[in-house]
């Protein structure tokens, strides 16, 4: 089963920004689709940007122009450099691998916007 590590969140003001990491093995670094996902309290989870191993980007409507994922193909790390916090960011994030036959989610990091 695919591993994910997380690490980056907290809490952080309105308009602030936070950078998040996800390390995973180079076997599935380099086969996956990698991305961010994000579950508010009584919200569905959604997706925030993903990253192909190609380099193709897909973001959310709500990341465009704040958000950036990007990845770093010697740590076997993706990130999501996230700016201009809004409280509605406010959620657990989750990083993704999106494989052939099967997803692998990470255990999530709170991030959490005060107003």
């Known amino acids: 089963q695919a591993q994910l590590v997380e690490s980056g969140g907290g809490l952080v003001q309105s308009g602030g920004s936070l950078k998040l990491s996800c390390t995973t093995s180079?076997?599935?670094?380099?086969?996956?689709?990698l991305g961010w996902y994000r579950q508010a309290p009584g919200k569905q989870r959604e997706v925030v940007a993903r990253?192909?191993?190609?380099?193709?980007?897909h973001y959310a409507e709500s990341a465009k122009g704040r958000f950036a994922i990007s990845r770093d193909s010697v740590k076997n790390t993706v990130y999501l450099q996230m700016s201009d916090l809004k409280p509605e960011d406010t959620a657990v994030y989750y990083c993704?691998?999106?494989?052939?036959?099967?997803?692998?989610w990470g255990q999530g990091t709170q991030v959490t916007v005060s107003s």
């Open positions: 990253i192909s191993r190609l380099g193709s980007l």
């Open positions: 180079a076997r599935i670094f380099g086969v996956a689709t």
């Open positions: 993704n691998a999106h494989l052939q036959n099967a997803d692998a």
